[in-house]
């Protein structure tokens, strides 16, 4: 049970007890390893909402229908038809999504019934992990429509993005693997340039910071500076939260 692995990992982290309440403190990295290794894959799957039920069902139809279009455009014109569907159409869909609704909640009730305390506390942890993670991704959508410069990137980013067309490799892990490679084979004078590059690049990164954070408190809009303080308090400081 993949649950029962998070649970051991919390076991290897920092945790204290007061009052009968678990707490945990969670690195940068260790959100990391939970968003990207550790998800209840034995629980029962969340549904899908009525929309990407009808995309799965008619995908294959639209699909034949407009050969012409790759799968994005395939996605935007299913997604512009199912907007344009009449209601008594997309209650098919929406009937059956109700259904899966409520089956899922009977089979969450019956599994998290089945959880022993420690992995009943590691399941509140990942969720907390995630929520935190979506919330940082949202914050980060804002930041970009409201037009943050893009940050700064290291010598190592810049070699990369320079080579990664004409690097050999079937995929992407592949050359950003042999890029790696590469890099460590590289003299200190080859390194110097890009070097140079990254420390260019910092400086103009810096510059579009001060313009973009003075354009915000001139427009009324000095909020938005506090997600980049509080997402840059976050991976200093860690927080620590009751999983109980």
């Known amino acids: 049970m993949a649950v029962a692995l998070v649970a051991r990992l919390l076991a290897s982290v920092s945790v204290s007890g007061s009052r009968g309440l678990l707490r945990c403190?969670?690195?940068?990295?260790?959100?990391?390893?939970?968003?990207?290794y550790f998800s209840s894959v034995s629980s029962p799957k969340r549904p899908l909402p009525s929309y990407l039920i009808f995309l799965n069902k008619q995908r294959d139809f639209y699909k034949k229908k407009y050969p012409e279009l790759n799968s994005q455009q395939l996605t935007k014109e299913i997604?512009?038809?199912?907007?344009e569907l009449p209601q008594h159409e997309k209650q098919h869909y929406e009937a059956i999504a109700k259904s899966e609704r409520d089956k899922y909640k009977e089979q969450?009730?019956?599994?998290?019934?089945?959880?022993?305390?420690?992995?009943?506390a590691a399941l509140k942890e990942e969720k907390r992990i995630r929520r935190q993670i979506r919330k940082q991704a949202k914050?980060?959508?804002?930041l970009t429509a409201f037009g943050k410069p893009k940050k700064n990137r290291s010598s190592f980013n810049i070699f990369v993005s320079e080579h990664f067309q004409e690097?050999?490799?079937?995929?992407?892990?592949?050359?950003?693997k042999a890029l790696c490679e590469e890099w460590k084979t590289l003299s200190?004078?080859?390194?110097q340039t890009y070097s140079q590059l990254a420390e260019d690049d910092k400086i103009r990164y810096e510059n579009e910071?001060?313009?973009?954070?003075?354009?915000?408190?001139?427009?009324?809009?000095?909020?938005?500076?506090?997600?980049?303080?509080?997402?840059?308090?976050?991976?200093?400081?860690p927080e620590t939260e009751p999983l109980s």
Do not use: H
């Not at 403190?25 to 990207?36: A, D, G």
């Not at 690097?167 to 950003?176: C, D, H, M, V």
């Open 139 to 142: 914050i980060k959508k804002e």
């Open 209 to 237: 910071m001060r313009s973009w954070e003075e354009q915000m408190k001139a427009s009324g809009r000095g909020d938005v500076l506090n997600y980049k303080f509080k997402m840059t308090q976050k991976r200093q400081k």
């Open 167 to 176: 690097i050999k490799g079937t995929s992407n892990q592949e050359k950003f």
């Open 108 to 120: 969450m009730a019956k599994y998290k019934s089945e959880l022993n305390p420690v992995e009943e």
């Open 79 to 83: 997604g512009r038809i199912w907007r």
């Open 188 to 191: 200190g004078f080859q390194k």
């Open 25 to 36: 403190t969670v690195t940068p990295s260790l959100e990391k390893c939970f968003s990207k």
